[in-house]
Nanobody, 127 residues
C-alpha cells in the first residue's frame, strides 16, 4: 500500500486548505486512515482518523470543529478539509493507513497501530 499526500501550501490565518491522500496497492479499501502532523521540533501528533468499518470520524481537540476528514466512495482518496487555520496548524501533514482488523476502539488510533505512511505535505500558516 502506497500513500501520497498533496494539497499543502501557504495559508493565512483564518484561511482554508484541503489536503488529499491518494492510496494505491493491495487491500487499500480495507483500512482505517489517519491524518497526522508534525510541527518543527515537536512530536508527530494525531489530527483525525476515519474508520473503514463504519466511516466514524475522530478528531484531536484542537482541530475539532475546524477540520473535516472524509473519504471517497472507492476508498482510494481521503481528504482533510482544514478551515479557520491558525499558526499552530503549521507543520508537515502525513496520512497513514492500517488494516481495519487492528480494531475500532472509538477514538483516534495510536501511532504504533499504523502500518503505512505517506511522505508528508507541508502546511504553513502565516500572515
Amino acid at each position: 500500500l502506497q500513500l501520497v499526500e498533496s494539497g499543502g501550501g501557504l495559508a493565512h490565518p483564518g484561511g482554508s486548505l484541503r489536503l488529499s491522500c491518494e492510496a494505491s496497492g493491495r487491500f487499500l479499501a480495507y483500512t482505517h486512515i489517519g491524518w497526522w502532523r508534525q510541527a518543527p521540533g515537536q512530536e508527530r501528533e494525531a489530527v483525525a482518523c476515519i474508520y473503514y468499518t463504519d466511516q466514524s470520524t475522530y478528531y484531536e481537540d484542537a482541530v475539532n470543529g475546524r477540520f473535516t476528514i472524509s473519504r471517497s466512495g472507492d476508498k482510494r482518496s481521503t481528504y482533510l478539509q482544514m478551515n479557520n487555520l491558525t499558526t499552530d496548524d503549521t507543520g508537515v501533514y502525513y496520512c497513514a493507513a492500517t488494516p481495519h482488523n487492528v480494531g475500532a476502539p472509538g477514538r483516534l488510533l495510536p501511532r504504533s497501530w499504523y502500518r503505512y505512511w505517506g511522505q508528508g505535505t507541508q502546511v504553513t500558516v502565516s500572515s
